[in-house]
């Protein structure tokens, strides 16, 4: 499995000094003025996204909130838009900040985003702890989050739930009926790139789809991010790392 879950974010850049310092790291600032549209680069197959999940479960791990859930022959799934296998979804987390200014991962022609959520799938030939070892190990989805006054409903089963995993703790969330499909933005448009974990051990293995249009989050649902009891967890983003060699590609439809 993964080693790093147990440790406190400030903890990483010591039990961390030398693979998190590649060329393909993520996240980054994706200008795009200089991406390449990529005719190949269709829209995403969404399978099984639009089923309850499978015994959700919310979890604090010391430097996220995470869904996880179990495998069944319903789990969620993606192919196509690129991808050369099909990957399973296993978990999806966030990414926020303390101010309306800050909290995203990703920047579009610099724009940072109050808040950033990471679908993590793993490619199914993989067993789902080993995947992140292979270069083709993970297809992450990033989907950026701005502020409405509105509440969002798809979101309420993590806002309302957050109080339950205070400290390191984990809430079946089964009861609020959730499906990802209602978590995506409307609009299929993305940006395609090859990265890395955001977080330690940073692997290179991950490819990166980057929704281009947000989806929108209440200003009293971001409130219960933003509670004192999750403060170790407010603000969890990386820096932009170097674009390097890579080119940014963007879909077509
Ligand atoms: O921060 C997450 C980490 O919790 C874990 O999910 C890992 C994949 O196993 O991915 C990183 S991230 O790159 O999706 N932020
Ligand atoms: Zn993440």
Redo the contacts with the bound molecule.
Sequence with gaps: GIEYLNLRRSDWPENWPETCKGKKQSPINIDDSEVKINKNLRDIKFVNYDKVLNNPVLVNNGH?VKLDIEDDSNVPKIQDGGLKAEYKFQQL???WGSENTTGS?HTLNNKIYPM???L?HYNSKYEKDEAHNYEDGLA?L?VFIKIDANDNNAFSAFSQNLKFVYGNDSYDISSSDLTLQALLPKDSLYYRYQGS???PPCNETVIWTVFANPVTIGIEQIKEFRNESLDDLVN?FRPIQNLNDRTVEKSYN
Excluded: P
């Design positions: 996220s987390h966030f990414h991962e950033e959520m990471h993590v992450v990033a974990l955001t977080t969890n």
